[in-house]
């Protein structure tokens, strides 16, 4: 059983910046890709990042490319996502998500266990 939990969440104005962390314990953070995965209501959980287990091969969303950055320290068991630039149509609750292999896929039934999300809005 793995255990995850995010923070970092808030509410920011546009254009600001938030940084989020997911810790994770129970299993070897270092052989499972993370992902972060976001949803609003009346919508399915979306996409938005995700890091290879060593953390060399990186997929975003488009609607994220060059805005948001994952990272991990496999030595923290822990990932981040750094949020830039943020606009109104990122307000979500964002989940973590510890994946069933090594590679950073961007489809949610790759992953097994997920936080209980964080929620980031961001007012215009």
């Known amino acids: 059983q793995v255990q995850l939990v995010e923070s970092g969440g808030g509410v920011v104005q546009a254009g600001a910046s938030l940084r989020l962390s997911c810790s994770a314990s129970?299993?070897?953070?270092?052989?499972?890709?993370m992902g972060w995965f976001r949803q609003v209501p009346g919508k399915e959980r979306a996409f938005v990042a995700a890091i290879s287990s060593s953390g060399v091969s990186i997929n975003y969303a488009d609607s994220v490319k060059g805005r948001f950055t994952i990272s991990r320290d496999n030595a923290k068991n822990t990932v981040y996502l750094q949020m830039n630039s943020l606009k109104p149509e990122d307000t979500a609750v964002y989940y973590c998500?510890?994946?069933?292999?090594?590679?950073?896929?961007?489809?949610?039934?790759?992953?097994?266990?997920w936080g209980p999300g964080t929620q980031v809005t961001v007012s215009s």
């Open positions: 129970g299993r070897s953070f270092s052989s499972y890709a």
């Open positions: 998500a510890f994946g069933r292999s090594a590679f950073a896929y961007n489809n949610a039934n790759y992953y097994e266990y």
